[in-house]
């Protein structure tokens, strides 16, 4: 008897040292230790019975159109000779507003020809920074401004289409011209486009409803 209790009293003594190495009180230890399916529970992980229960991450995106086509470029893509601010009837594209960041980052960069662009559409499912969006769309993250542009001339006074017309931003992922992944942002505000591009990671994120570009593949 007088071994088992030497024995209980040393197992007592370490396991209040790993209490108290983990930030615990003898308070917590006495609660833990008068609940008995919590001492249950401890048991079946100490004999590798107790059942682990992975709960999946609720995903930001969700899909909002599973393929939209833009044509490839022939030629160089001069971003200035497109990105102009004209709402007349004349207009390609009618573009109200081009942002301070936008003309500094893009507006001298010209986009080389490449195939036809095989995109996807993304509703945000709630507000997020870059990150978290970046990471779920993986490798398939970036576009071009060349291809902002074709979606853009489809719905060049602001027809329905893939690109959302109800003032809510449509973003993309592009490299600019000095080959920085930026966010840049398209909506459409009544009269024209307004589009902008921001650093990725600008604390100020994303709203939910708000729609997200990846690129599936170049043909």
């Known amino acids: 008897m007088s071994n088992r209790n030497e024995f ?3 197992l007592g003594a370490k396991v209040c040292g790993a209490v108290a190495d983990a930030g615990g009180t003898p308070e917590e230890l006495n609660g833990f230790s008068e609940n008995v399916t919590l001492v249950k529970q401890l048991l079946a992980v100490i004999r590798g019975t107790a059942k682990i229960v992975v709960t999946e991450v609720a995903k930001i995106l969700q899909l909002a159109k599973a393929k939209t086509s833009v044509p490839a470029l022939k030629t160089l893509f001069v971003v200035k000779d ?4 004209d709402v007349s009837d004349k207009a390609e594209v009618k573009i109200s507003y081009i942002g301070d960041n936008f003309k500094q980052q893009f507006i001298k960069q010209t986009v080389a020809p490449r195939g036809e ?5 993304w509703k945000l499912s709630k507000n997020s920074l870059d990150k978290p969006i970046l990471d779920e769309l993986g490798d398939k993250q970036e576009t071009d401004i060349g291809a902002v542009y074709d979606l853009m001339k489809l719905q060049p006074k602001g027809e329905k289409g893939v690109l959302l ?3 809510y931003a449509n973003i993309f992922y592009c490299r600019d011209a000095a080959g ?3 966010a840049v942002d398209v909506r459409w505000d009544g009269d024209g486009w307004g589009v902008d591009s921001c650093l990725v990671g600008d604390p100020r994120g994303w709203n939910e409803g708000y729609q997200v570009f990846s690129c599936n593949s170049v043909a």
């Open 82 to 85: 497109h990105f102009i601010v």
């Open 117 to 121: 662009l095989n995109l996807s559409s």
């Open 180 to 182: 920085v992944l930026r």
């Open 165 to 167: 017309t109800n003032g």
């Open 8 to 10: 209980s009293a040393g």
